[in-house]
């Protein structure tokens, strides 16, 4: 079975440009999680879907950060403009179930990024 | 507020010996409790975790943990270590809210096995 992809590994953009990174999770898992992992911390949930609507997005700095699920499958998470402050390992992940369930989420390998 | 503390940055262990790796929780409720385990420049990789019943579970590589709810503790355990069990290691908590499947990590321990 596949794991939960993700794209890419790495990047380095300035402050104030754009990037986005791409997630595909497990097939048949129909939620999703976008985490931040700061150095030194442990990953923070950014956004989950439950198939292609949010159910949490409270930690989302709605300001610069967006995120889509088309079609229950596939998402991106964007950010515009970038700080310094966002340098970090963005981890995508998908379990099986969300609400009401205790079904563990399986991470990806993770995008690295470096705003300078 | 909900939270998950992790005392240890780092623990150190010879190959051979048990080790313990110290997580405690603040969160109402009966929270679900899980660990997991990174290696460098890979994802985080589920190991085990606690819903209901026996205090003890059993996990993935021949680890487990204790669920000691008085002291709100989860503290995750191997007999023999081994070198390839040097990783980072997790605990997360997903507060028992009836909603949505929200984990709250700790920052983290360091685990070094040495020879």
């Known amino acids: 079975e596949a794991g939960v992809a993700q794209s890419p590994r790495y990047k380095i953009i300035e402050k104030r440009q754009s990037v986005a990174f791409w997630c595909n999770p497990i097939?048949?898992?129909?939620?999703l999680y976008w985490y931040q992992q700061i150095l030194g911390q442990g990953p923070k949930l950014l956004i989950q879907?439950?198939?292609?609507?949010?159910?949490?997005d409270s930690q989302l700095p709605k300001d610069r950060f967006s995120a889509e699920r088309l079609k229950g499958v596939d998402s991106t998470l964007k950010i515009q403009p970038a700080k310094l402050e966002d340098s970090a390992v963005y981890l995508c992940?998908?379990?099986?179930?969300?609400?009401?369930?205790?079904?563990?989420?399986?991470f990806g390998p993770g995008t690295r990024l470096t705003v300078t | 507020a909900q939270s998950v503390a992790q005392p240890e940055d780092q623990v150190n262990v010879a190959e051979g010996n048990p080790l313990t790796v110290k997580c405690t929780y603040s969160?109402?409720?009966?929270?679900?409790l899980f660990w997991y385990v990174q290696y460098p420049n890979r994802g985080l990789q589920f190991l085990l975790k606690?819903?209901?019943?026996?205090?003890l579970v059993k996990g993935s590589y021949g680890f487990e943990a204790e669920f000691n709810k008085s002291q709100t503790s989860f503290h995750l355990k191997k007999p023999s270590a081994l070198v390839s069990d040097s990783a980072l290691y997790f605990c997360?908590?997903?507060?028992?809210?009836?909603?949505?499947?929200?984990?709250?990590f700790g920052a983290g321990t360091r685990l070094a096995v040495h020879p």
């Open positions: 992940a998908s379990s099986l179930g969300g609400t009401g369930s205790s079904y563990e989420q399986y």
């Open positions: 097939s048949g898992h129909a939620t």
């Open positions: 879907f439950q198939n292609n609507g949010v159910v949490d």
């Open positions: 969160v109402s409720g009966n929270p679900y």
């Open positions: 606690y819903i209901t019943g026996d205090n």
């Open positions: 997360a908590v997903r507060p028992f809210s009836g909603g949505y499947n929200k984990l709250i």
